[in-house]
């Protein structure tokens, strides 16, 4: 089944204790990206990547990183989270071109605390 | 950059009804898409719509994009279809047309 899958669903984690949340893609994507979702904020795009190396920063970066060592994987990080990052996460993944429509993970409810 | 806005921001509908949902854009974009969160919150991709129009069963959307706005509508409407619809647009830019921009989405309760 061609999916998006991301890891944890749930967190909790403690201010300043480093994560990462997985995100990997068995559709030999190009494109892939990491959001957050607030309330009254929408989604927000944190990173992106093109392709393979390739990443760039989004609307809201702080805080965040990302790499993109293989095509199906796109680790999002986080050193040192704040609880200002508390929010739900979804990574995203695309084909390059027409018809590139966007496949969502299931999402990450992380809360720092 | 690029401003998303989608009307109604909310909408309560009796099972049966039919509903147009608008979104419109503020630049040129190369990517147009309508997606559909269920109340357990999972994102799902409706329609890749950057112009014309578009239909998967009950759903269609079509897209003026000299106009800079898209309609999705939504024909004899099941409770199953409660959620959040959420238009995402990105603009003319090579890489840019896949950084998309959301808009905060019409809230939509079917009732029985």
């Known amino acids: 089944e061609a999916q998006v899958t991301q890891n944890p669903r749930y967190l909790i984690t403690v201010t300043g204790k480093k994560l990462t949340v997985t995100c990997s893609q068995n559709?030999?994507?190009?494109?892939m990206s990491w959001y957050r979702q607030d309330p009254g904020l929408g989604l927000r795009q944190i990173y992106y990547s093109m392709n393979v190396e390739v990443t760039d920063k989004g609307d809201v970066p702080e805080g965040y990183k990302v790499s993109r060592k293989e095509k199906r994987n796109f680790p999002l990080i986080l050193e040192s989270p704040s609880p200002n990052q508390t929010s739900l996460y979804f990574c995203?993944?695309?084909?390059?071109?027409?018809?590139?429509?966007?496949?969502f993970g299931s999402g990450t409810r992380l809360t720092v605390v | 950059g690029i401003q998303v806005e989608q009307s109604p921001p909310d909408l309560i509908l009796q099972e049966g009804a039919n509903s147009t949902l608008r979104c419109n854009f503020s630049d040129s974009v190369n990517n147009l898409q309508w997606f559909h969160q269920n109340p357990w919150g999972q994102l799902i991709n409706l329609f890749y719509?950057?112009?014309g129009t578009k239909q998967n069963g009950r759903l269609s959307a079509t897209t003026v994009a000299t106009e800079r706005y898209s309609l999705l509508y939504i024909s004899s409407s099941q409770t199953t279809d409660s959620g959040v619809y959420f238009c995402?647009?990105?603009?003319?830019?090579?890489?840019?047309?896949?950084?998309?921009?959301f808009g905060k989405g019409t809230k939509l309760s079917v009732i029985p």
């Open positions: 995402a647009v990105g603009p003319y830019s090579g890489a840019g047309s896949y950084q998309l921009t």
């Open positions: 559709m030999n994507h190009e494109y």
């Open positions: 719509i950057p112009s």
């Open positions: 995203a993944s695309s084909l390059k071109g027409e018809g590139g429509g966007y496949t």
